[in-house]
């Protein structure tokens, strides 16, 4: 029924802004060099538009690195892989103050972290130390070392990289950090066709990877802050700002919406989670080629603002009721369908 009074505001669609169209060239680019996987894809560029981190959930081989790499060829941006291990140390990604002998001073060494798109990979492999570094720094945009603050660039983007098998030796990221990230996504095995497509790419070899198929810069990082700016003036409708808002105070009681719902939930989705969702919606919108977001960039968005954010009770593991299973539960209660 929402999606119906909000199907009933169609403004006339405006001209996409050059900066709209290079937005959807760089999702084509995107989608040359990686087959399938559209919804990583669609997220990638969800999380650029917005500014927001992007966590990527998915077994080894799924094309993560690779994608995140096309995403920095493509946006002519500045790239850096992290590879987080258990022996990693805070200063070891954010740089330090070195002493240099010859000024009689110290000196900040800018560390990885110091590039517009940051591939953290395994984040999981790391401590608890390092992973509060790396949260802070993406909440802050900003590193503190020594009392001094360092302002990182202003494109700072990180995606994280999660293996859902490897449990052992591995740090879990506290659910109370979780919430910096942007987006949850999860990524998985590609279809038979896609299979074979992946193999036969492969397979035409260098031609293929040296030729054409290639994303090379399709927009620069001004294009994308000031998309950015036009993605927060895309519209939304009173009637989908309350249903997120709903929706996501649905997350923390969710018995009062549907009494077999109670008890699943130990703790709720948190205020940052109606903004995420919110801009998100906008982004997605905005890549899609239109300048008001819809019911449908919502359905399509809260399982991935929403799982990493809600901290399920041990009944509800008892019951096979996930967070995935709870928030597509929730969406009809709130009437989005
Ligand atoms: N959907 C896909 N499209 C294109 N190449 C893929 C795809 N899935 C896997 N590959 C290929 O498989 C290999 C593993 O990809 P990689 O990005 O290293 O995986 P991950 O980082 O998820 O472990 C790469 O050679 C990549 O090109
Ligand atoms: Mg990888």
Known sequence: MLADSIAAFQPAPAPA??????????????????VGQERLLDRMVVALLTGGHLLVEGLPGLAKTTAVKALAQAVQASFQRVQFTPDLLPGDITGGDVFMPAQGCSRFVAGPLF??????????????KVQSALL??????????????HGLPPLFLVVATQNPLEQSGTYPLPEAQLDRFLLHAVVDYPSA??????????????????????????????TVLQARAEVRDVHLADSLRQAIVDLV???????????????????????????????????????????????????????????HRIVSTLESELRGVDADALVRQLLRRCGFD
């Not at 940051?118 to 790391?126: F, M, S, T, W």
Request: glycine share 6%; proline share 4%; charged share 30%.
């Open 17 to 34: 802004s050059p900066r709209q169209v290079r937005i959807v060239a760089l999702r084509a680019a995107l989608a040359r060099r990686i």
């Open 115 to 128: 590039h517009d798109i940051v591939l953290a990979d395994e984040i999981n492999r790391a401590p608890a």
């Open 136 to 149: 802070e720094a993406m909440q802050e945009r900003q590193v503190t070392v020594g009392g001094a603050t």
């Open 193 to 222: 066709e896609q299979e074979r497509t992946i193999l036969d790419l492969d397979l035409a070899g260098d031609a293929w990877r040296r030729g054409a198929e290639q994303p090379r810069a399709v927009v620069d990082s001004d």
């Open 249 to 307: 105070r649905a997350t923390r009681e969710p018995q009062l919406r549907d009494a077999s719902l109670a008890g699943l939930v130990a703790a709720g989705a948190s205020p940052r989670a109606v903004l995420a969702l919110a801009h998100a919606a906008q982004a997605l919108a905005y890549l899609r080629g239109r300048d008001y977001a819809t019911a449908d960039d919502v359905v399509e968005l809260a399982p991935d603002v929403l799982r």
